[in-house]
C-alpha cells in the first residue's frame, strides 16, 4: 500500500490555527449581536 499524501498545513504552527478560530469565534458574535439590535 502507498502511504497518501499529507495536505499541506494551512498553518505551519498552531498559533495561526488559535489566531484563526478566535477571529472567527469574534466575528460570530459581533455577527449575531448585529442581528439581535438590528431585529429587537
Known amino acids: 500500500m502507498e ?20 477571529a472567527v469565534l469574534l466575528a460570530l458574535v459581533l455577527f449575531f449581536e448585529w442581528i439581535t439590535k438590528t431585529y429587537a
Open 3 to 22: 502511504k497518501q499524501k499529507e495536505k499541506i498545513p494551512l498553518f505551519k504552527s498552531w498559533k495561526g490555527w488559535y489566531i484563526l478560530v478566535l
